[in-house]
């Protein structure tokens, strides 16, 4: 385990290479660390947490590998390039992949947030508002963007990685796609509750996300 990013500044640079984004460099970074350092079972708890001052659900890093966006591009290819640019020797060189799967099965939800049946007021700078089980009014407001009907299946960092993604810098599009492909799914983790919600944006661009249906809006 490494206490900050820092730590392992020349890794990053190396990874840097690939041109993700910087939250993809940093599921990159976690991964890598835990097969160079090698120590317990190589899974994605152990890359979860293998930075200290930047701990991750296990569940994001699994989300990020799934995610159909990444798998259109080979972010291995200059990796491999810069690594053959660096040897001396000529010959045939072999690219290795530990395909080992490693998992359990389980018959309960770990983490359900839910709540119902009233107004919600948010708390500023939160950018996201959930309805939970019952009859919803949700309204965004001007800090809050992206509004959810249902209840979801997140743990609470994880919904801070849905915040993290929706305030990255990144284009409107690139930010639906990777929410709606990697934490908000519907009937996955955004689940419906049966009953009716309104949902209504403001200024801005919003995310209208429930069971089965997704909104893009302009408030």
Known sequence: MIIVTESAATLKAFIAKTSLNNLAQAFVLRMALTFIMHRGRMSCSQAAGFIASEASHRGQLTR???????????????????LLQMETGKGRFFFII???????????????????????????????DIGGTGKDDLNGGKDVDILIGGFVTLSQAMLEDVRNIWTNGDTYENRVDDLTESLLIADTTVLDDGAEDTLKGDKGRDLFRQAQRLGRGQG
């Open 64 to 82: 990020f590998l799934a995610r159909p966006r990444w798998q259109r591009y080979d972010f291995n290819a200059p990796l491999r390039m810069a």
């Open 98 to 128: 530990d395909a080992t799967l490693s998992s359990q099965s389980g018959r309960k939800t770990q983490n359900t947030h839910s709540t119902g049946n009233h107004k919600r007021r948010p708390k500023k700078g939160r950018r996201y």
